[in-house]
């Protein structure tokens, strides 16, 4: 995928997840300083787990908007398509599909098995 088409994807990738992301925390009920004041126990309860939810899906949001800042990074750098960890080129099939993709199909494997540890 060319430099400039990739950036244009990314921009617009980065705009709708930052959205979201807001969009997600303004509708938070556990983010309300008075539900504990207004609400009945059960209510509270149901708040609580929806606001868990919330932040659970925002903060996979944040890794993405995180992951496609470092693709726009790297477009900028001149090392877009380029593994972050081996430095090999990542394939363009992936780079197509995943125009974030920071790190070759094998390194990102090895990524995704370390956080499942640490989780």
Do not use: W
Not at 1 to 18: G, P, Q, R
Not at 39 to 59: A, K
């Amino acid at each position: 995928m060319e430099n400039k088409t990739a950036k244009e994807k990314l921009v617009h990738m980065f705009s709708e997840v930052d959205a979201d992301i807001a969009a997600r925390r303004e509708l938070d009920p556990a983010a309300d300083d008075q539900r504990d004041i207004d609400n009945e126990m059960e209510e509270d309860y149901n708040e609580s787990e929806e606001g868990f939810r919330t932040r659970s899906i925002v903060s996979e949001l944040e890794k993405q908007r995180t992951q496609i800042q470092r693709a726009l990074e790297k477009i900028e750098d001149n090392s877009y398509g380029k593994c972050d960890s081996c430095n090999t080129a990542i394939g363009p099939d992936r780079m197509l599909a995943y125009p974030e993709s920071i790190y070759c199909l094998d390194c990102q494997a090895k990524v995704d098995a370390q956080q499942s540890r640490s989780n």
